[in-house]
């Protein structure tokens, strides 16, 4: 009895190697085709540190769309710019790759926008946050306000920083900045904060920093590979990610709550406000979509999707000053003959500072800080270059290689605001430009994060001088690799223009 219920087991066992290692092995018909990979693993795999270059160099190999394999997925990859934006722009390519850990800490219908399905109610979300961070109107301090008061901050903050004349790292307060703008946007400007709110505050941003290192840790991606690991076992870097989403969910419930105390539907001073509202109007609902669950997810992806790109974003930004003086040069030159010295920036200004708009598109394109975008799901099926593509697969892009493709750009290979500029000065748009996706599921936060780095530009260049930690110092522009990247720890120096003058 004992030896027929083993041979059964073995025989289970080996019939589910067999049928995995053939679903590793083999794709649907005219699928993109792909390496081969490894039995049961797949090929999946051969994306590594810097998913981006493995994926351009297997493109050469297979064309500019190929797919990659789990036992239990397929994946179909795409690079350059033309695909790049055949995919973010196609209406049936709308919906986000399920991500176990997501799953874990949003429930299997995630709400918010993110991970959400692409639906009625996401597009609600996305046209209420649309408009929370474009209609400047809105609010009690618009967008523009915060904006140019969190970096001013900023500013007075490295002057003191820098006054010992240390060269100093810098992640943390930039990190600080993007918070800041952030949460005085979600929740309003208050200046006379007690203890116990910073204490809060402190504690929401240790989270979303942790959140961030799970996102750079190998074993947090292992349970993607292998499809129900994350039943059976969890990496620590994912127990840690579902405790700061936790922390982050309870910060976003107790501030809706303490909103409600003072809320005036007329006078809303801040995204709560406006949220509160939108519940207002669908008190009458059976099925809102403007819920309390709702809100902590939303919350949660604005963190999670603004702090690393846009902190990583402003980091980069310097580094490529400090290495780039004749830059610093030529934009301090238009500043001062735009704003004058020391002149407060208006927004009609920025149609006459050409070299300035082409700096801040030449960081978001050297720094390619989302290299592959955010993963994208068909709805149904969908047919690109004459491959049919079945419902459910999931797209990995590749901005990356459009933002350093040769026929694209004069000087791919390097940080050359020229890029963006035409024979005349003038500042030229590129559609090879991909920063923030596109189509239906674009960031929410383009105009915003665009907004703030152009500030942050001129606010710096009226005031320091950027250099690296030593006069020989070379900066070192290589990215940490991953699905985000990041610079390298690097010490800088910001000395006061006044020395100067
Ligand atoms: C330099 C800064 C930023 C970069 C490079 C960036 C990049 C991206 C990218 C590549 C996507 C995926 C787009 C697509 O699939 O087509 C995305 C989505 C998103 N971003 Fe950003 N982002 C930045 C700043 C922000 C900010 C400031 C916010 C919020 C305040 C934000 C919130 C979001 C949200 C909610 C989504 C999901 C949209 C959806 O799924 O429908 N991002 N971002």
Redesign the pocket.
Known sequence: MEVTITLALVGVLVGLLVYLSYRSMTRPANFPPGPRGIPIIGSLHLLKEYPERDMLKISKNYGNIFSLKTAAKNFVCVCGTDLNNEV?NHKDIAN?KDNYAFFIVKGNEPEG??T?RYSKE?ILN?EF?HSV?TDAQKIESNIDEIVEIEITNLMDKLEKMFKSCQPKYLSDVLMTLAIDT?LSVIFGRKTNKTVEEENKKDELLRNVLLLRTAFQDVFFKLPELISGLHKLWLPESTKKFISASEGIFRYGADRLEDHKNSWDSEKPRDMVDLYLNKMDEEKELQDPVFTKVNFQHLLF??LL??LE??GN?AEFALLYLAAHPSVQSRLHKEIIQVLGRNGKMQYADIKRMDFTKATVCEI?RFSS??PV??T?KAIRDVTICGYSIPKETTFLMN?WSSHTQDDKWNNPKEFDPENFLDRNGKFVRNNALM????????????S??KRQ?FVFLVKLIQKFHIKPETDDTKIDHEPIGGFVHSPKPQKLRLQLREIDY
Request: proline share 5%; charged share 15%; with cysteine.
């Open positions: 973010l986000r926008i993110t959400r996401l996305r946050m961070l952030y992806d604005i999707g603004g790109n846009t974003t978001l800080t989302a975008g955010v994208r901005p920063p923030f996706g596109g189509g239906l599921r674009s960031c929410v936060g383009a915003l994060a780095l």
